[in-house]
């Protein structure tokens, strides 16, 4: 069996719907689903506020690239339109592969460009980062280290003072 985590965002149209939309989407794969978090935009500044939210789901035999598969009809299925002139820009759902771990446990490395593993810019990411850390209070980005540690890093902490909780919001499965 393998586990994936999974970040999500949106910022554009019902944002807490597509949230919650991602996360049905997935079905009985989804383990545990983090609380949802109002966040600025990283990359881009001009653009709505973000919801973000992390989860963790298991699916036996699935690979990295069913895990991106995933992700990809998820955003499809949100109306996800991607602009090649704003990378970082507003949407409906992203939904990043963050991390991928073997049934042994073991995590996996890939440096495939359609695919790099663990996630090359999640230990930057504190609206990846802080919610992972709440629904896995040991995690360990692989190659980078203890996540708490992570979001300690003066490069991640600045943007930590941002997130704000929206206890208002559930996305439970």
Known sequence: ????????????????????????????????????????????????????????????????????????????????????????????????VIAVWNDDGAPVISGDPELTLPHPRAHLRAFVLRPWLEIEPYAKLPGHGWVNDLLRADVVADDLADLRPRVDVHLDT
Do not use: C, I, K
């Not at 049905?24 to 545990?32: E, I, M, N, P, S």
């Not at 035999?61 to 602009?83: I, K, M, Q, S, Y």
């Open 1 to 96: 069996m393998t586990r994936a985590l999974l970040a999500l965002g949106s910022n554009l149209g019902d944002r807490e719907g597509h949230l919650r939309g991602a996360v049905a989407g997935l079905h009985d794969r989804v383990l545990v689903v983090s609380g949802v978090y109002e966040t600025p935009p990283w990359g881009d500044p001009d653009q709505p506020h973000y919801l973000n939210a992390a989860l963790l789901a298991a699916d036996p035999g699935a690979t990295p690239h069913d895990w991106l598969a995933a992700a990809h009809r998820l955003e499809d299925e949100a109306g996800r339109v991607r602009d090649p002139a704003r990378r970082f820009g507003p949407r409906t759902l992203d939904v990043d």
